[in-house]
């Protein structure tokens, strides 16, 4: 991904800095009208804190739980939203598009 | 990502080094490819075309899905000229994700308070450019309309692989432009990658219309190629 990104995990390695446990969530795959680009990213404290972007809003929340879950849990895994997916009603791309994004512990 | 994967990544991107990090998406695994390094490893048909399309993607290889996320260096954009629509460019060109460095030879026109919190350079453009790097992720523009300023840098960006190169000026400036750069024999083919008149045509009127036009076009050849115009 382009430079936007840069920042982002500059940002990240701050909070690592500070002791701070993380997980990284990366677009992996789009499909239609995502708002995001494959690449983009959202770094997550274990409090919830955030950084970045992976849909412009649509479904950050969802990500910063799942998020949450791998910081404690120590393995990355594979999350899909879209309107196709059941779950979309609750937390899905008002867009219509489908993302997958890779949420990851980030620094241990 | 572990720390250690997570630092080689930052010193990378500091560095302008171009590297790939690979993810197993089932076990998590992942490993740092340099892209001098690519033709090595297993994924490297594809990381090949990743790199130079800037193409972050997932690939499936003997039943298993792996995710290839390019880091490129980051986009730079060199304008040639320390002039007004350069001060209307630059907001543009940053905000869309390009390091920018102004280069003008004329200390009047470059000057900090004119151009601050960019890359600026009070040389001739043929004295520096190969120092700036003129790279495949990089733009030039041109925009002085001045020939001893601005055709040095033409030919040097014509002699390079950047991805887009446009020049300001009308048709008929266009036109001596490319005379000129015809006696220092380049081909009508490698000529036909300056664009002039700069900027995708939508009418635009005043220097910030005009940036818009030229971000818009900047980011056309870099996102489509320049097939379309």
């Known amino acids: 991904m382009s430079a936007p990104d840069a920042n982002i995990l500059n940002d990240a390695k701050s909070w690592l800095d500070e002791g701070r446990k993380l997980a990284l969530a990366t677009v992996i795959e789009t499909w239609g009208s995502a708002p995001q680009p494959t690449g983009s990213q959202l770094v997550i404290d274990e409090e919830g804190n955030f950084i970045g972007s992976v849909s412009g809003g649509c479904v950050e929340g969802a990500v910063v739980t799942e998020a949450i879950d791998v910081i404690g849990a120590g393995t990355g895994k594979v999350l899909e939203f879209g309107v196709a997916d059941e779950t979309a009603w609750e937390v899905g791309l008002a867009c219509g598009g489908r993302i997958r994004i890779y949420v990851e512990p980030l620094g241990h | ?229």
């Open chain 2, 1 to 229: 990502m572990k720390r250690e994967l997570f630092d080689q990544v930052l010193d990378a991107k500091a560095e302008r080094r171009p590297v790939a990090v690979i993810t197993h998406l089932a076990t998590g695994a992942q490993r740092l490819v340099a892209r001098d390094a690519a033709h090595d490893d297993d994924l490297s048909d594809v990381l090949d075309t990743a790199f130079r399309f800037d193409k972050s993607q997932v690939v499936a290889q003997d039943g298993e899905e792996y995710f290839v996320d390019i880091h490129n260096p980051p986009l730079k954009m060199v304008m040639i000229g320390a002039v007004h629509i350069a001060q209307a460019l630059i907001p543009m060109a940053k905000a869309t994700g390009y390091d920018v460095t102004i280069v003008d030879p004329r200390g009047a026109f470059a000057t900090e308070a004119r151009f601050p919190d960019v890359g600026l350079i009070a040389e001739w453009p043929d004295e520096v450019l190969n120092d700036v790097g003129l790279d495949a992720r990089t733009a030039v523009v041109a925009l002085t309309h001045d020939p001893k300023i601005d055709d040095p840098a033409l030919q040097m960006a014509l002699n390079s692989e950047v991805f887009y190169i446009g020049a300001l000026g009308s048709k008929r400036t266009h036109a001596s432009r490319l005379e000129r750069l015809r006696e220092h024999r380049f081909s009508d083919e490698t000529l036909a990658r300056i664009k002039g008149p700069i900027g995708l045509n939508i009418g635009a009127k005043g220097q910030a219309e005009i940036a818009v036009a030229i971000m818009a076009q900047v980011i056309e050849h870099l996102r489509l190629g320049g097939e379309a115009s």
